[in-house]
């Protein structure tokens, strides 16, 4: 291992908690955080504003491949050790957080092009270490060795039910039932698909946050790397 400081995936289920636990981990180790899915959910801006529609495999992967040389669709470093990604020059915000959105990032990211055109982004980001990447196939693809891998998962109503609160608590109309659905359904798509699926790594530590507060996952975390970090 050449790298000087711990590359940690943290990969795991929509709504499992992912984002507030590497969020907190890498503030609390100083390291920066990747969060991967909104490269996936820029791509399905890109295509959207470039009226392609999500179900054309080739015209997406092609606007992928375009937005990505072009530099239309980046990742660029943001405020305090967090990263953020770019579509069209502009942080795209919450647009890229809706319902819709993130069925169109689970649409695209089944595409192999799409994934392809996303890993040098994510793999540069993570090369010196000291960074923190939440995904789904951050520890059985883009960092196959990464120094510490979680698996971060919660029952479907757990998270189902996390999700409408965030979504509620931002304004946006929704129903439980209909979260329940679509967390449900991206299970589904992100877990059968034919390449990089959502799966735990053989030697991913597994973390269930069910019945866990965030602030008990955080220190756990935090402990596993820095046992690793000596
Ligand atoms: O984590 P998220 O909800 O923002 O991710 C949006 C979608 O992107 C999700 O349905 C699956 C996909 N994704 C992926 O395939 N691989 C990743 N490393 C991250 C996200």
Redesign the pocket.
Do not use: C
């Given at each position: 291992m050449t790298r000087p400081n711990p590359v940690v995936a943290i990969d795991g289920p929509?709504g499992a908690g992912?984002s507030t636990v590497a969020r907190a981990v890498a503030r609390a180790l100083g390291y920066t955080l990747v969060?991967?899915?909104?490269l996936?959910?820029a791509v399905a801006l890109v295509a959207q504003r470039r009226g392609v529609n999500w179900s054309d495999r080739e015209a997406v992967e092609r606007v992928a491949l375009d937005a990505v040389a072009s530099g239309a669709l980046r990742l660029g470093r943001g405020d305090g050790g967090t990263t953020r990604v770019l579509v069209d020059g502009e942080d795209p915000k919450d647009a890229i957080r809706t319902p819709e959105l993130?069925m169109g990032?689970?649409a695209v990211?089944a595409y192999p092009g799409v994934r392809a055109a996303l890993l040098d982004a994510q793999r540069a980001f993570g090369a010196d270490g000291a960074v923190v990447l939440e995904?789904?196939?951050?520890g059985t693809v883009?960092f196959p060795d990464a120094e510490l891998k979680v698996y971060l998962t919660a029952s479907d109503e757990v998270r189902a039910r996390r999700r409408y609160d965030e979504l509620r608590a931002k304004g946006v109309e929704a129903s439980y039932e209909a979260t329940l659905d679509d967390v449900r359904t991206?299970d589904q798509q992100?877990a059968t698909r034919a390449i990089?699926p959502l799966r735990r790594a053989d030697d991913a530590v597994l973390v269930d946050s069910s019945a866990m507060d965030p602030d008990a996952v955080i220190a756990h975390i935090v402990s596993l790397v820095r046992a690793r970090a000596r």
């Amino acid at each position: 291992m050449t790298r000087p400081n711990p590359v940690v995936a943290i990969d795991g289920p929509a709504g499992a908690g992912k984002s507030t636990v590497a969020r907190a981990v890498a503030r609390a180790l100083g390291y920066t955080l990747v969060d991967t899915g909104s490269l996936y959910r820029a791509v399905a801006l890109v295509a959207q504003r470039r009226g392609v529609n999500w179900s054309d495999r080739e015209a997406v992967e092609r606007v992928a491949l375009d937005a990505v040389a072009s530099g239309a669709l980046r990742l660029g470093r943001g405020d305090g050790g967090t990263t953020r990604v770019l579509v069209d020059g502009e942080d795209p915000k919450d647009a890229i957080r809706t319902p819709e959105l993130s069925m169109g990032a689970s649409a695209v990211s089944a595409y192999p092009g799409v994934r392809a055109a996303l890993l040098d982004a994510q793999r540069a980001f993570g090369a010196d270490g000291a960074v923190v990447l939440e995904g789904r196939d951050i520890g059985t693809v883009v960092f196959p060795d990464a120094e510490l891998k979680v698996y971060l998962t919660a029952s479907d109503e757990v998270r189902a039910r996390r999700r409408y609160d965030e979504l509620r608590a931002k304004g946006v109309e929704a129903s439980y039932e209909a979260t329940l659905d679509d967390v449900r359904t991206r299970d589904q798509q992100d877990a059968t698909r034919a390449i990089a699926p959502l799966r735990r790594a053989d030697d991913a530590v597994l973390v269930d946050s069910s019945a866990m507060d965030p602030d008990a996952v955080i220190a756990h975390i935090v402990s596993l790397v820095r046992a690793r970090a000596r």
